[in-house]
């Protein structure tokens, strides 16, 4: 009996962006629309290029962004089998949207801040500041210079319209999100975004999920929101595995990387996706989903975002332009079901979490004009070529340590014996001007593993040289 096949008459492409880009988010489309046979194929190549007037290329770059996601996979002498090791549920049932459960907060909530300490050699969540445009941004300051209305805070309260309408456009395109500007907050950074998604779906003593290990300023920010933190494990493979989260969790919300968990580096694939969207459907669980580094992918795109696979139901969604642009900045965002927009605004001001609205309309124009994406592909090809070199100094000189975020972001997170002493490791290479972090800090599970967390941004062959001389020198010594 011959295989079946996907009907190309199905197939439609939007007119919006780049051919593959269409193909890709049509092909997906299909895929996810129902479960499929266990001999499913794709149409060849030569047959999808034929039948929809595409180039061969465009063809095999849209099924190779769907082979690296998971959704198709190569088979010899076949073509694309359709890969339907998915969970049925995801088929059959829709994802219901949990209500929100946190009241408005009665008193202000703000975040302690440790002084500024000197910028150091290799420290990761930075970016290149060398490389970044600023007589082209500062031609579009002068652009809005005169406006007196964007050199106080008046405004919209969801932020710059014309900035969130430039947001969602991106978002839609690039990371397929269900959003428009009206479900778009502004806020100072991602941290006061998932600060505010936190006040907003958990009261005081409520039950959250955080990955471990994670990020110790997002524990330290849920803390300070009074809630009740566990934690859920993520590996450098694949990010947090949701066949080890419970059931019957109680949990209001689960906090998470899935594009590039911090610090592992992993990223979860389809089936995980797909698997934890029908775990926090049962649990009635909000996802939030933190986009960290999904901009800096190296073998591939990003992959769909978990709020664009959930068709924008149950997932608050937190970015910032930190590392894409300058962390001097202060800009994020939140993308949240439009009814939630409200509440969410009203939770930052009460914050006295002001966000400045010149810096949004430099960054509307920024992006509108084609800025943006100019500067993020000149930048992943900077960030690539300086992690493969700073992968092949680590590796040729200390073979025997694993090393973990290879394949994305801004960092490495380099493994290390388990009896070193990272933290005081980690105070010797600061000493000598290098701002390397010891991983041990980012585990909250168990008994912490040991290793260093080492920033790319400014990584290059003579101070990747100078941090392996110290650590040569200093290993035995904390080990």
């Known amino acids: 009996m011959p295989a079946f096949r996907l009907n190309t008459d199905a197939l439609t492409l939007s007119g919006k962006g780049e051919l593959q880009q269409q193909l890709y988010l049509s092909l997906r489309q299909q895929l996810l629309s129902k479960p499929w046979p266990a001999d499913a194929l794709l149409p060849s190549e ?20 769907l082979v690296a996601e998971g959704y198709i996979e190569p088979q010899q002498g076949r073509g694309y089998a359709i890969v339907t090791a998915l969970p049925d549920s995801f088929f059959a049932a829709e994802y219901s949207r949990v209500a929100a459960t946190a009241a408005l907060p009665s008193q202000h909530y703000g975040l302690t801040a440790k002084a500024p300490s ?76 998932l600060f505010i998604a ?65 610090p592992c580096g992993g990223i979860m694939p389809l089936s995980q996706r797909l698997a934890l969207l029908n775990w926090a459907a049962a649990e009635q669980c909000w996802l939030i989903e933190d986009d960290y580094d999904s901009e800096f992918q190296y073998r591939h795109r990003p992959m769909a975002s978990l709020q664009g696979l959930a068709g924008g ?13 300058f962390p001097g900045l202060r800009l994020g965002y939140l993308v ?52 493969q070199l700073a992968v092949q100094l680590l590796q040729q000189h200390f073979p025997a340590c694993t090393l973990l975020a290879q394949d994305a972001g801004l960092h490495l997170t380099m493994l290390l014996p388990e009896l070193t002493d990272d933290l005081a490791l980690c105070q010797y290479l600061n000493q000598h001007g290098f701002k390397v972090q010891p991983f041990s800090r980012y585990c909250f599970l168990n008994e912490p593993q040991r290793g260093l967390v080492i920033g790319i941004a400014d990584a290059d062959e003579t101070r990747l040289n100078q941090l392996i001389g110290l650590l040569k020198g200093q290993l035995l010594r904390y080990s």
């Open 46 to 65: 030569r047959q999808l290029a034929a039948d929809l007037k595409l180039s061969r290329s465009t063809v095999q770059q849209a099924l190779q962004q």
């Open 336 to 387: 949240l079901p439009p009814e939630l927009a409200g509440q969410a605004s009203a939770i930052q001001q009460a914050m006295h979490g002001d966000v400045a609205m010149l810096s949004q309309a430099v960054l509307a124009d920024f992006i509108d004009e084609g800025h943006f994406n100019r500067h993020l592909r000149k930048m992943r090809r900077v960030y690539q070529q300086q992690k």
């Open 118 to 193: 000197p910028a150091g050699r290799l420290q990761p969540g930075v970016s290149a500041l060398q490389q970044f445009p600023f007589r082209l941004w500062q031609q579009l300051q002068q652009r809005h210079a005169d406006r007196a209305v964007l050199c106080g805070m008046a405004g919209d309260p969801l932020g710059y319209a014309p900035l969130r309408q430039a947001l969602a456009l991106y978002l839609r395109q690039s990371r397929q999100l269900v959003c428009d500007e009206n479900a778009i907050l502004i806020t100072t950074g991602a941290q006061q975004a």
């Open 313 to 325: 139901q149950g997932v608050l969604f937190a970015g910032s332009f930190s590392k894409t642009l």
């Open 198 to 262: 936190a006040k907003l779906v958990a009261s005081s003593g409520q039950h959250v999920f955080i990955e471990s290990p994670g990020y110790p300023r997002l524990k330290q920010a849920l803390q300070l929101a009074e809630l009740q933190i566990s934690y859920a494990p993520a590996s450098g493979a694949s990010g947090l595995n949701p066949a080890l989260l419970p059931r019957n969790s109680h949990a209001k919300a689960l906090f998470l990387t899935p594009s590039h968990q911090y």
